[in-house]
């Protein structure tokens, strides 16, 4: 059928959702770079433990910014891959020299927060449109990044 795409969903559905997917990506890329940042700049008496936290939570992110990204080649669509894109159409700002480990927590904690609502309203999107692919990846998502969350704030204090 002429308005269904390669998966069977119909093309007004696979635009929207291609269109909120490369938002969350872009938000998974600029998230990506300042959890880097918070890895290589942080100082501190708490720097092992979370030079090493930092680098086990952007690996995963990386994971997932490749799966998002295919996500998007798979409704048919163009996954956004210039990092231009990426800062026009990210709510998550740029997080440049941080150097407390609290502050860098922080801003992971409000990164995180950040996904869980675009996720939220993905997942919502994926639903409406019978879209299962979408709406599992989100859903996964979205409890593993709870969890995160309460971890980092029990860090927190
Ligand atoms: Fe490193």
């Known amino acids: 059928m002429s308005d269904t795409n390669a998966i069977g969903l119909h093309q007004s ?12 990506l ?16 942080v100082k ?9 936290k930092f680098e086990e939570l952007y690996t995963d992110l990386l994971t997932k910014i490749d799966e998002v990204a295919e996500r998007v080649l798979t409704l048919g669509h163009q996954p956004l ?9 990210a709510a998550i700002a740029e997080d440049k020299n941080v150097h ?7 801003g992971i904690v ?4 950040t996904l869980i609502e675009l996720q939220r309203e993905l997942l919502s999107l994926a639903s ?25 704030n029990a860090y927190l204090g």
């Open 110 to 113: 409000q990164g995180y927060q």
């Open 13 to 24: 559905s696979a635009n929207q959702l291609a269109e909120q997917l490369n938002t969350l």
């Open 26 to 41: 872009a938000n998974y890329q600029i998230f990506y770079m300042n959890v880097r940042g918070y890895h290589w700049n």
């Open 81 to 89: 891959h210039a990092y231009s894109d990426y800062v026009k159409t």
């Open 44 to 52: 501190g008496q708490q720097f092992f433990e979370l030079h090493t």
């Open 128 to 152: 409406d449109a019978d879209d299962e692919g979408t709406a599992s990846l989100a859903s996964d998502y979205i409890r593993e990044q709870e969890k995160t969350v309460w971890m980092l």
């Open 100 to 106: 407390d480990g609290e502050a860098c927590v922080r």
